[in-house]
């Protein structure tokens, strides 16, 4: 359990009154982005307030009324998860750029320059989302903010997100193994297993050609046959 005086509040607003908890702020984020942690391990204290700074506690019949429950663990989970929690100047700055380093990183992935076709570098796309002054929420997940921050960049940073579909086919001595591996790649839409090979077709982030058309080779020493079939 984390002290008061190390704690931060998280706070949602029902029917326009606040609902307040004391919380590790670590701990809290971690909680609120899906990981499992002891909501005894998250809270400084075991009450709900009014306004935490001046300790003013919620009623039980408040409680009752709003969550439909007096369980404090289950009042402070819906607290994190649907609310807002409060972070120092440096934890916000520290989560902000962990999450623009992942945005960049899907970004790369799965967009490309439509003049070359090729991927941007993760670097290009971090500078790019400076220069544009791209504001990212450390509480939104990475996914959910690609496709605003790739509208924003595309006035700096010729960009799109493309998706392919590929047919490829393997000789049959390497299918097993480079079925596992595509499998965890991408999704696979049809595939048929011949006595001399596997022929399967799937979708992938344009950008992820080079990456898939490596880890193919590695894998079948050279002798995986790939092909475009559909663009989008």
Known sequence: MVSVEDAVIARVTRDHNHFEILVDPEKALRFKKGEDISIDSILAVRDVFKDAR???????DDLEKVFQTTDINKIAAQIMKEGDIQLTTEQRRRFIEEKRKQIANIISKQG????????????????????????????????????NVVSDLQSILPISIERIEIALRVPIQYAGKASSVVRNLAPVKKEEWKSDAWIAVIEIPAGMQANIYSKLNELTSGQVEVKVVKKE
């Open 54 to 60: 001046k300790g003013e506690r919620v009623p039980e």
């Open 112 to 147: 490309v320059n439509p003049q070359t076709k090729l991927p941007h570098p993760v670097q290009r796309i971090l500078n790019a989302m400076d220069e544009a002054k791209i504001a990212i929420d450390p509480f939104k997940p990475a996914e959910e903010q690609v496709k």
